[in-house]
């Protein structure tokens, strides 16, 4: 399973990192621009929206 972690929080991506894998390949962008790189890159990646309050 592949994944997109993207939010601006770097700890909040190394913590949902921490908990995914081994069982996942996870791409990390801090930002919208990297993240639909990363999209455009991986198109096969998983992706949808986390709200925290």
Same mark, same amino acid.
């Given at each position: 399973?592949?994944?997109?972690? &993207?939010?601006? $929080?770097?700890?909040?991506? @190394? !913590?949902?990192? =921490?908990?995914? @894998?081994?069982? &996942?390949?996870?791409? @990390? &962008?801090?930002? /919208?621009?990297?993240? /639909?790189?990363?999209? $455009?890159? $991986?198109?096969? &990646? !998983? $992706? !949808?929206? /986390? =709200?925290?309050?």
């Amino acid at each position: 399973m592949k994944i997109i972690l &993207a939010d601006d $929080h770097s700890l909040f991506r @190394e !913590g949902l990192r =921490s908990m995914l @894998e081994p069982d &996942a390949v996870c791409y @990390e &962008a801090s930002s /919208l621009p990297e993240m /639909l790189d990363l999209l $455009h890159d $991986h198109p096969d &990646a !998983g $992706h !949808g929206r /986390l =709200s925290r309050p």
